[in-house]
């Protein structure tokens, strides 16, 4: 019998999309400590490891700004935004930010413009793993396969939820 004959194929089955759009994403963005896929509830989540206490205040500030930076984004596309649920947690000195965002209404763009407005506001203190200096050509090629993989992912079926985290230079990925 030949191989992939009768048995299934003779090769394991590539990453689906949904742990490659993880993966890219971590691997793109060093600035995110996690990414959490969740297809009950469609929505997408980032976790940003921020190393200092931030105040509720702070908190609001940045909140208003981000929704600011998102509707001028969604208007300017003509998007029609999903839902947007941010979450802070302070334990001693770091704060975990957690962001979600529905995958239908999702952008490549969005999630870059996050990044770019978590990034000028915590500077420093955001946790980030140290990236390879990057030619700009190859991350627009980078946020191009991210945004396919996103519109890829829409409206899949997988009931798999996914999380990926980076760890001393590592993405692990978890399957639940």
């Given at each position: 019998?030949?191989?992939?004959?009768?048995?299934?194929?003779?090769?394991?089955?590539?990453?689906?999309?949904?742990?490659?759009?993880?993966?890219?994403?971590?691997?793109?963005?060093?600035?995110?400590?996690?990414?959490?896929?969740?297809?009950?509830?469609?929505?997408?989540?980032?976790?940003?490891?921020?190393?200092?206490?931030?105040?509720?205040?702070?908190?609001?500030?940045?909140?208003?700004?981000?929704?600011?930076?998102?509707?001028?984004?969604?208007?300017?596309?003509?998007?029609?935004?999903?839902?947007?649920?941010?979450?802070?947690?302070?334990?001693?000195?770091?704060?975990?930010?957690?962001?979600?965002?529905?995958?239908?209404?999702?952008?490549?763009?969005?999630?870059?413009?996050?990044?770019?407005?978590?990034?000028?506001?915590?500077?420093?203190?955001?946790?980030?793993?140290?990236?390879?200096?990057?030619?700009?050509?190859?991350l627009a090629a980078q946020?191009?396969?991210?945004?396919?993989?996103?519109?890829?992912?829409?409206?899949?079926?997988?009931?798999?939820?996914?999380?990926?985290?980076?760890?001393?230079?590592?993405?692990?990925?978890?399957?639940?």
């Open positions: 019998m030949l191989a992939g004959e009768g048995f299934g194929p003779s090769v394991p089955d590539k990453p689906s999309n949904s742990v490659n759009l993880l993966i890219s994403m971590l691997m793109r963005y060093p600035e995110l400590a996690s990414v959490n896929l969740d297809p009950a509830s469609q929505a997408l989540s980032f976790v940003f490891l921020v190393r200092e206490g931030v105040s509720r205040d702070r908190l609001r500030s940045y909140r208003r700004r981000l929704q600011a930076a998102l509707r001028t984004l969604w208007s300017l596309s003509g998007w029609c935004p999903g839902s947007l649920r941010l979450r802070a947690a302070t334990l001693g000195g770091l704060t975990t930010l957690e962001m979600a965002r529905d995958l239908d209404s999702l952008s490549q763009q969005e999630v870059s413009l996050i990044v770019e407005l978590t990034r000028e506001e915590f500077g420093d203190a955001l946790a980030r793993e140290e990236a390879d200096a990057s030619a700009e050509d190859e946020e191009e396969a991210i945004g396919e993989m996103l519109e890829n992912i829409k409206g899949s079926h997988s009931d798999r939820k996914v999380t990926a985290v980076r760890e001393d230079g590592r993405v692990l990925v978890f399957n639940q």
